[in-house]
């Protein structure tokens, strides 16, 4: 019965997110074959009138995936040097206290991250902002952008909000792994006379590096489908061709479809974000794929 059961739950998950990529392909198809633009290759983005449809995914995809790697990239040794303190270094009672304050930070409501963002973070980073552009502005990520700097609503911005809404995530998951390591390994260790540190690089790291990669890949899945934070932070440049520039603005692919909800007035028009909400799901997928296969290659089953 429980062997049943198992199956039964796993082929239903399976078939579940298969039903879900058939239903955003098959009504994502009307409006692709009547797009008069290349849909992965063009940035514009007019879905007013259904007899002149241009649509293209390519400025929406840049900012979803620069604002979600810029995120990952900072919280990652963060969430890192957290779980380390709190499993190694941190006394039992100490640890429990700042483990529950880390998590609490995943019971954030999104929209109170985004007006955190707009209304504090993002005008407090402008100086930060400015001297990265004026001294580092040769490096492509730190030149000029579409969008104003003084505002604070760019993707630099938008990136370290979204570092602190998958931090927890991130620091739970490493944190749990960590504090499994067999303690024979850790007392052997000792016993040579390893240090903490040496112990850690040793025994800790090797043992965790997976599920610490899992818990980033799962991280960045849920910073890849944020949308009312960004939704709030972000600057409009639609429409303009990025500058791979950190001091860009523009949309995600979610919060472009949450941004523009009122154009769905009819199949066609509404197919257009269907199909960029397509793109989003098979990221998403391809990102969790990779998570599962980094764990299988370390973990060798």
């Known amino acids: 019965m429980f062997r049943g059961l198992a199956l039964g739950s796993g082929?239903?998950?399976?078939?579940?997110?298969?039903?879900?990529?058939?239903?955003?392909?098959?009504?994502?198809?009307?409006?692709?074959?009547?797009?008069?633009?290349?849909?992965?290759?063009?940035?514009?983005?007019?879905?007013?009138?259904?007899?002149?449809?241009r649509f293209g995914i390519l400025y929406l995809l840049w900012v979803t995936v620069a604002t979600a790697a810029f995120a990952l990239v900072l919280a990652m040794p963060v969430a890192l040097g957290i779980a380390l303190f709190l499993t190694q270094y941190a006394p039992r009672a100490l640890a429990r206290v700042f483990a529950y304050i880390i998590d609490?930070?995943?019971?954030?409501?999104?929209?109170?991250?985004?007006?955190?963002?707009?209304?504090?973070?993002?005008?407090?980073?402008?100086?930060?902002?400015?001297?990265?552009?004026?001294?580092?502005?040769?490096?492509?990520?730190?030149?000029?952008?579409?969008?104003?700097?003084?505002?604070?609503?760019?993707?630099?911005?938008?990136?370290?909000?979204l570092a602190v809404m998958i931090l927890p995530i991130i620091t739970a998951i490493t944190r749990e792994i960590f504090e499994r390591t067999p303690k024979d390994q850790i007392e052997g260790a000792l016993a040579l006379g390893a240090t903490r540190w040496e112990v850690i690089r040793t025994t800790v790291l090797p043992f965790g590096r997976a599920g610490y990669v899992s818990g980033s890949m799962l991280g960045l899945g849920r910073a890849l489908g944020e949308t009312v934070a960004l939704y709030l932070i972000l600057s409009g440049a639609s429409g303009r061709a990025p500058e791979l520039s950190l001091f860009d603005g523009d949309a995600t692919i979610a919060s472009k479809i949450a941004n523009d909800a009122a154009e769905f007035n009819n199949e066609i028009s509404a197919g257009a974000y269907i199909a960029a909400g397509l793109v989003l799901f098979v990221l998403t997928f391809v990102v969790n794929a990779l998570a599962r296969w980094i764990t299988t290659s370390r973990t060798g089953k």
């Open 104 to 161: 609490l930070l995943a019971a954030v409501p999104s929209i109170i991250f985004g007006l955190w963002g707009l209304q504090v973070l993002g005008p407090a980073l402008v100086p930060t902002a400015e001297w990265l552009n004026t001294n580092l502005g040769w490096f492509p990520l730190f030149s000029d952008g579409n969008v104003s700097i003084r505002g604070g609503g760019t993707i630099f911005t938008a990136g370290i909000v």
């Open 11 to 53: 082929g239903f998950v399976v078939a579940l997110i298969a039903a879900i990529g058939i239903f955003l392909l098959l009504q994502a198809l009307p409006s692709l074959q009547a797009n008069q633009v290349s849909f992965l290759t063009s940035g514009e983005w007019t879905t007013g009138d259904p007899n002149d449809m």
